[in-house]
C-alpha cells in the first residue's frame, strides 16, 4: 500500500522575528462573520520584506473587526499602506468606511454578505512599516503588530480628527 504524507517540519508554527520595525507586503485580507453575528472579523496576511534573508517571507497576521473602536486598528493599517479608509453607501443608505478597493464574495448572489469573502483591491502588495512585538497565543510564539508608520501625505492636516494608535495590540486580560 502506499502512503502520502507531509514534511513534519512543515507542521511547525513559523518562528517569529525579534521585536522592531520591519517592512511588511500586504499579501490579502480575508474575512469571517464573527460569532455574535453582529459584525465582521478581518485577518490581514502580510509577510517581511526587505529584512536579513533569514527573516523574508516571515508571515505576520494583523487581525481587526469593524466594531467601534477596532475600525481604528482598519485605519491604521490602511494609512500605514499609504491609503486613507473610503466612503460609501452600505445596501441600507448607510455611510460606513472600508478599505479602497473591492472584495471577491463567496456567494455573488448574496451582495450583503461578507463571510469568507477575499479582498481584491488596490492595497494589495503594498508594504508598509510597522513595529513587531512576540506574544504568546495558545502556547506558541507569534508576532504582532504594535503600531503603524502612517504613509498618508499630510495626515495630520488633512484628518484632524485621526491620532494613530501606538500600540494596538490591545487590552491583556
Excluded at 479608509?85 to 441600507?92: A, F, G, H, P, V
Excluded at 512599516?129 to 504582532?144: C, F, I, K, M, Q
Aim: glycine share 10%; net charge positive; proline share 4%.
Amino acid at each position: 500500500m502506499v502512503k502520502m504524507g507531509v514534511n513534519p517540519e512543515s507542521l511547525k508554527a513559523p518562528k517569529p522575528v525579534s521585536a522592531g520595525w520591519y517592512d511588511l507586503r500586504l499579501k490579502g485580507i480575508q474575512c469571517k462573520m464573527s460569532s455574535s453575528k453582529k459584525g465582521y472579523n478581518y485577518v490581514a496576511i502580510l509577510e517581511v520584506v526587505n529584512n536579513k534573508a533569514e527573516f523574508n517571507g516571515s508571515p505576520v497576521f494583523y487581525q481587526m473587526n469593524n466594531g467601534f473602536s477596532q475600525g481604528e486598528s482598519m485605519q491604521d493599517m490602511s494609512h500605514g499602506l499609504g491609503f486613507p479608509l473610503e466612503n460609501y453607501q452600505d445596501s441600507q443608505g448607510n455611510t460606513v468606511s472600508g478599505f479602497s478597493g473591492d472584495w471577491k464574495l463567496k456567494d455573488d448572489t448574496k451582495p450583503d454578505d461578507f463571510d469568507m469573502a477575499q479582498y481584491s483591491g488596490v492595497l494589495l502588495g503594498k508594504t508598509t512599516n510597522a513595529e513587531l512585538v512576540t506574544d504568546s497565543y495558545d502556547g506558541r510564539e507569534r508576532n504582532v503588530v504594535k503600531q503603524f508608520k502612517c504613509k498618508v501625505p499630510d495626515c495630520v492636516t488633512r484628518f484632524a480628527d485621526i491620532r494613530h494608535k501606538t500600540d494596538l495590540r490591545g487590552k491583556k486580560k
